[in-house]
C-alpha cells in the first residue's frame, strides 16, 4: 500500500533508516520501487547482509551507504555490534568497492561511529585507520551513555578532545572527515550537571551524520559534480 501510494515524483534521492534496511522485506522492496521511478537510495546499514546482490544495487543506484562499524577494533566492534562480525562487515564493504569500481559509479562509502561507553576511546583510532578499512569518509555521533561515561570522567573529556583533535591534525583526509557530530556530545557533557532531570538533557542524535555526500571515484571526477 505504502509503494502503490507514495508519489515520490518531487524527489531526487530517498534516505532510509530505522532497523537494518536489508534485514526488513518491506525495506528491499521499497528500495526496489524508489528505483524503478528513477531515484537514489540510500541508507545506514550495519553491513552484515551485503550480499553480492546488494552490493550491485547499493554501486548502482545510491549516493552513498552508512555502515554502523562502531569501532576501530574488531574486539570492540564485536562487543558493540552484538552478533555482528568484524571480517564479514569488512569484506562487505571491499564488496561494495568491487562493484562500484567496476560500474564507475560514484557511491560514497561511509563509515559510522555512534559513540558509547564501550568505543568512545576508539573515536581516535577510527579516524586514522577508516581509509585502511575500506571507507572513502567518517562520521560520528553518541549515545546518552557516552555523555554520561564523559560525565563520570572529568579528565575523560579533555583527554579524549585533545586525541581526537591531535589525529584529526594528522591526517591527511581531513575533507573526508565529519566530525560535527561530536559537537552535540561535548556540548551534551558540558551543560550536564549531576542533579539535572534526564528528561530535560540533550538527546542523542545521528542526524549530523547524514549530510550531502560527494561522489567518489572516476563518475565524479568526470562530473565535477559535489552534492
Known sequence: ALRLNLDLGPFQSVEMEGGEPLFIKSAKEFFDYAVSQGKKVSFLSNGTL?????????????????????????????????????????????????????????????????????????????????????FDRACFCHADSAVKYLHENTQGIIDLKEEIETAYSASKNKADINLSGLTPLFKAVLRRSPGENAENRPRSSRETCFQPARPVGPRAERSGEDQ
Not at 58 to 76: D, L, P, Q, V
Not at 84 to 98: A, F, G, M, P, Q
Open 50 to 134: 551485503i550480499n553480492d546482490e546488494w552490493a550491485g544495487k547499493i554501486a548502482r543506484h545510491s549516493r552513498f551507504i552508512y555502515i554502523s562499524i562502531n569501532a576501530a577494533t574488531r574486539e570492540t566492534h564485536e562487543l558493540v555490534n552484538v552478533g555482528s562480525r568484524w571480517e564479514t562487515v569488512l569484506k562487505n564493504v571491499r564488496r561494495i568497492r568491487k562493484y562500484r569500481d567496476a560500474l564507475h559509479s560514484g557511491t560514497v562509502i561511509q563509515g559510522h561511529m555512534t559513540l558509547v561507553r564501550e568505543n568512545i576511546k576508539e573515536a581516535p583510532l577510527f579516524i586514522k585507520k577508516f581509509k585502511a578499512l575500506g
